[in-house]
């Protein structure tokens, strides 16, 4: 069996966290997960740092802040999908009592 998908194209990022920079090569798809996330990082980092952390602190905490963010969003993720089952399970028990 041939493969006629077309290769993965990348794009090029740059990070800046403290004094180190980094190029990452991400998908081209997600580059702009990268550049927003990215600058969300860094106003996050800013907010802590007005109320008085050193850079590492603030990095640590929205680091944190951002898990739990994840987190967050998977636990709405799967009530949602729980919902969406039970509401094709009731979905389907109604059409079958109408069969």
Do not use: W
């Not at 949602?80 to 039970?86: H, K, T, V």
């Amino acid at each position: 069996m041939m493969d006629n998908s077309k290769p993965k194209s990348y794009a090029t990022v740059f990070i800046k966290i403290l004094d180190k920079g980094f190029n990452l090569s991400v998908p081209a798809e997600h580059e702009v997960y990268y550049r927003e996330g990215y600058e969300v990082f860094l106003h996050k980092i800013k907010i802590h740092q007005e109320k008085g952390y050193s850079p590492l602190e603030a990095i640590s905490l929205t680091s944190i802040d951002c898990l739990v963010a994840l987190q967050k969003a998977q636990d709405q993720l799967n009530k949602l999908i729980a919902a969406l089952e039970d509401r094709v399970d009731d979905l389907d028990s109604t059409v079958s009592e109408a069969l």
